[in-house]
């Protein structure tokens, strides 16, 4: 059984940065994608950026040049740095893990992934 635990949400204010991590544990082999997907209140999930195992990455249009996302295989954590933030990136953000598929257009789709961790709060204010 693989959990998933992220730390490093908080509150922020428009234009500020955070960091966010993902911790994976009960699983030894890193040959996996690692996701992050977020969701408003009243809105849909939604997805933000995907790691392969190699390194290839994936961003939603919304956050590209503003969010980066990383891995530490040795530490089998996904981190996502996320710069100039707007108050329109207020949400619970989720990490998740594939253990099945590469890193490409099919990793927006949240059905793809098999674990996924309990969430924490980013807020930015205006």
């Known amino acids: 059984q693989v959990q998933l635990v992220e730390s490093g949400g908080g509150l922020v204010q428009a234009g500020g940065s955070l960091r966010l991590s993902c911790a994976a544990s009960?699983?030894?082999?890193?040959?996996?994608?690692m996701g992050w997907f977020r969701q408003a209140p009243g809105k849909e999930r939604e997805f933000v950026a995907a790691i392969g195992w190699s390194d290839s990455t994936y961003y939603a249009d919304s956050v590209k040049g503003r969010f980066t996302i990383s891995r530490d295989n040795a530490k089998n954590t996904v981190l996502l740095q996320m710069n100039s933030l707007k108050p329109e990136d207020t949400a619970v953000y989720y990490c998740?893990?594939?253990?099945?598929?590469?890193?490409?257009?099919?990793?927006?789709?949240?059905?793809?992934?098999?674990?996924w961790g309990q969430g924490t709060q980013v807020t930015v204010s205006s």
């Open positions: 998740a893990l594939d253990l099945w598929h590469a890193v490409g257009a099919r990793s927006a789709n949240a059905a793809m992934y098999d674990y």
């Open positions: 009960g699983r030894t082999s890193t040959s996996y994608a």
